[in-house]
Structure formats: structure tokens, C-alpha cells
């Protein structure tokens, strides 16, 4: 049997065509767009009434936990901005935190395609518009996260020279504010003397932290570390990102401390505000 179009789909479900419709910008149903024309695999549609509409839900009792990472991916990879925030939406109606829609759905369905193209699976292009509309959601979530009261400081995030990757420190930067920490996010590919000029006229800079996502850039992180040692400029130098394997390789590239991952860069940050003193030399293993 070949595919179906949405409204031989929303016959079979029972419901009018802009429900199907709904389900399928919600990412509810799989369906792909071609020739102008939705259409759905019979597998899926089977699979969705087996579930039916009302399956996805987050943890409680016996109950699984929503896929919204893949239900994101989906409408990323078919260019469907629409969807893709109808996804969001639905993952906040359902309960979902800001912090875990930016953690457990956009982060992994950003990764997921990233492995994709890697391994051949899909072309540039469309990993290229998946991120440009993941910027988007980010630009319209972005002002939830700000935290009303005294900042706890400041903290400057860029990526090394050479480094593509953007996305990976505007989530960062969001989480961090909703944190109370004043974020200067100068995004990827930034020289190392721009670095550190940035840290010596942001007020009260605690942390420079640094993203480094390619292992093509490990060297360009290193030297960027060593930049802004070399100009003694006071502050904690935390690295992280997908290329940081461990906490002995983000200190072998000369940073003082080492975030795996964003939820752990808070942590990193707290410990650093309440013991200025103690952790660059406990981090560099003295």
C-alpha cells in the first residue's frame, strides 16, 4: 500500500482534515510534504491511532515520556518553522520546563541531525535551515529565561576561532540567565584578541566560558585559553562542548575548569561565585 494524503488519513482517523492537519504541525503524526501535498506512511498512521492523539505524555505512573526531541527533529528536517513551534508549545502545554525544552528536546534534535549529516544521511542544505530555524525558536524563547533582580555577575561565552557552531552557546547563554548571571554571548568563530578584549570591558566578568563542538578546533580553543591567560585578566576560564571528552582534556587545553554540559556549567558558575579562591588551582590539579 503507498502513502496516504492527509485527508485519506484524517478519514481513516475519523477527524476532520485540519485536525490531521494540527497533529501533523504538532509533529503527532508523521507526514511529509511533496509535490505541495501532505502524505502519510501507512505504518505511521498506524502507529498513531495505535497510540492515538491524546499518547503523548510526560512522566507520571506508568506513563512514557513524550518524544519531543524526534517530534522536533521531524518538523526541523521538513523546514517547517510552523510546526517545529507548534511542537515547542505543545511540549510546554504538557508540562515541559523551559530548561528541559532547551536540554531534552531542541539540544538533542540539533544533535541528532548533526550525526545525521555526518554519517552522510542528509545534506548540508538541510542542516544548514534545521539550525537557522532552531535559531529562531531560540530567538522567541530567549526572553522567557530572563531572570528579574541583581545579576550575580557577569560571564562572557564565545566559541574559538574557527568554531561554526552558534547554537550550542545561545542555549547556554538563556540557561545561564535564568540563573541570575548577566550573559555577554559573542556567538561562534571569535579571534582570540577579541576574547579578550571582550572580557576586559564587560563590569564584573566572573567566568569566560568557551564551546568547542568540532575537534578541528581543539587547537584554536587551546590557544585562545593561552590568549587570555597571556593577558592576565583575572578570570575563570571554563570550557566545554561535544569535543570535551572528559575533564582531563578540557584542563590539558589549559582551562581552569570543565563543563560537559550546560546544566553542569551552572553548577561550575556557583562554584566559582562562592569559592573564588580555591577552585582555578584545584582545577589545574595542584
Known amino acids: 500500500m503507498g502513502d496516504l494524503t492527509l485527508q485519506e488519513a484524517a478519514d481513516q482517523l475519523g477527524v476532520h482534515y485540519m485536525t490531521a492537519y494540527r497533529y501533523v504541525r504538532l509533529g503527532l503524526l508523521p507526514a511529509v510534504k511533496a509535490a505541495g501535498v501532505w502524505r502519510v506512511s501507512p505504518t505511521d498512521l498506524a502507529e498513531f491511532r495505535a497510540g492515538g492523539p491524546m499518547s503523548p505524555q510526560v512522566d507520571g505512573g506508568s506513563r512514557r515520556r513524550a518524544p519531543w526531541a524526534e517530534r522536533l527533529e521531524a518538523r526541523l528536517l ?57 535559531m529562531r525558536l531560540v530567538g522567541r524563547l530567549g526572553p522567557r529565561f530572563v531572570r528579574r533582580g541583581r545579576t550575580r555577575g557577569a560571564v562572557v561565552l564565545g566559541a574559538p576561532a574557527g568554531e561554526r557552531h552558534g547554537l550550542p552557546i545561545a542555549l547556554l547563554a538563556d540557561l545561564l540567565r535564568q540563573h541570575g548571571w548577566e550573559v555577554s554571548d559573542l556567538g561562534a568563530d571569535v579571534p582570540h584578541e577579541s576574547l579578550v578584549h571582550a572580557v576586559r570591558s564587560t563590569p564584573d566578568v566572573v567566568a569566560v566560558g568557551l564551546s568547542v563542538t568540532s575537534d578541528q578546533c581543539l587547537a584554536s580553543a587551546a590557544e585562545a585559553l593561552a590568549a587570555l591567560r597571556a593577558a592576565d585578566v583575572g578570570v575563570t576560564l571554563v570550557v566545554g562542548g561535544r569535543a570535551i ?22 553548577e561550575v558558575l556557583d562554584r566559582v561565585r562562592s569559592e573564588p579562591d580555591e577552585l582555578p588551582t584545584e582545577a589545574a590539579g595542584n
Open 78 to 134: 521538513a523546514g517547517d518553522a510552523r510546526g517545529a513551534w507548534g511542537v515547542i508549545e505543545a511540549a510546554l502545554a504538557a508540562g515541559s520546563e523551559l530548561d528541559q525544552i532547551y536540554l531534552d528536546v531542541l539540544a538533542p534534535a540539533m544533535t541528532s541531525i548533526g550525526d545525521r549529516w555526518e554519517r552522510g544521511e542528509l545534506d548540508v542544505s538541510m542542516e544548514h535551515r534545521a539550525s537557522g530555524i532552531a
Open 245 to 266: 571528552g572528559s575533564q582531563e582534556a578540557g584542563r590539558a587545553l589549559g582551562a581552569d575548569l570543565v563543563a560537559l554540559d550546560a546544566r553542569s556549567f551552572a
